[in-house]
């Protein structure tokens, strides 16, 4: 089933990356990753892992993952859709995630974006308040698997925003961990 990318102000890299990619190599992301394959297969087993074996609901993640995204400013996530959160979100679900309150979000959902945003910006940033809120909706092992994915995304994607990696193309990118190609 084909995607349509959801109408969202360009966040992000612009240009060419800011160190060359390995020669031979095609495609910036893959170019620049190249250069530590050892690391990136050890990054990919151990995300393949949260995004498939967790306690977290897939929309909460999914929806985090795209808030992370645009809080960090990397367009390769922005543009990345991943095949397994299919049926969970759909691109309207993304209209809204920079002004968390004016989505159609569940209370749940909003207590997680908020906290997402939050970390994201600096981890100094999350209240007592935003964790009481979480725990409201989510149960400990979710806040953790939440904090994980938070840490781990946002760390990636900025990668991503330092290096100035931006996508190939502007072309909806769907992500499978099944067949994982960059």
């Known amino acids: 089933m084909p995607h349509e990318k959801v109408a969202l102000p360009d966040i992000g890299p612009q240009?060419?990356?800011?160190?060359?990619?390995?020669?031979?190599?095609?495609?910036?992301?893959?170019?620049?990753?190249?250069?530590?394959?050892?690391?990136?297969?050890?990054?990919?087993?151990?995300?393949?892992?949260?995004?498939?074996?967790?306690?977290?609901?897939?929309?909460?993640?999914?929806?985090a993952r795209m808030k992370i995204a645009r809080t960090v400013g990397c367009r390769i996530c922005q543009n990345t859709r991943f095949k397994l959160a299919e049926g969970h979100t759909v691109e309207d679900d993304y209209l809204a995630i920079d002004t968390i309150d004016e989505g159609s979000y569940t209370d749940a959902e909003k207590a997680a974006l908020r906290y997402v945003e939050a970390?994201?910006?600096?981890?100094?940033?999350?209240?007592?308040?935003?964790?009481?809120?979480?725990?409201?909706?989510?149960?400990?092992?979710?806040?953790?698997?939440?904090?994980?994915?938070?840490?781990?995304?946002?760390?990636?994607?900025?990668?991503?925003?330092?290096l100035n990696i931006a996508p190939d193309d502007e072309e909806l990118q769907v992500f499978d961990f099944a067949d994982p190609v960059a």
């Open 15 to 63: 240009g060419e990356p800011r160190i060359d990619p390995k020669p031979g190599v095609p495609g910036k992301f893959n170019g620049i990753m190249a250069w530590r394959p050892d690391l990136m297969e050890a990054f990919f087993t151990f995300y393949a892992r949260l995004w498939t074996d967790g306690v977290l609901p897939m929309r909460v993640k999914d929806l």
């Open 119 to 162: 970390f994201c910006l600096h981890p100094e940033h999350v209240t007592d308040e935003m964790v009481a809120d979480l725990r409201r909706h989510f149960d400990e092992p979710q806040i953790v698997e939440l904090s994980i994915l938070v840490a781990t995304v946002g760390g990636f994607a900025g990668i991503n925003a330092a």
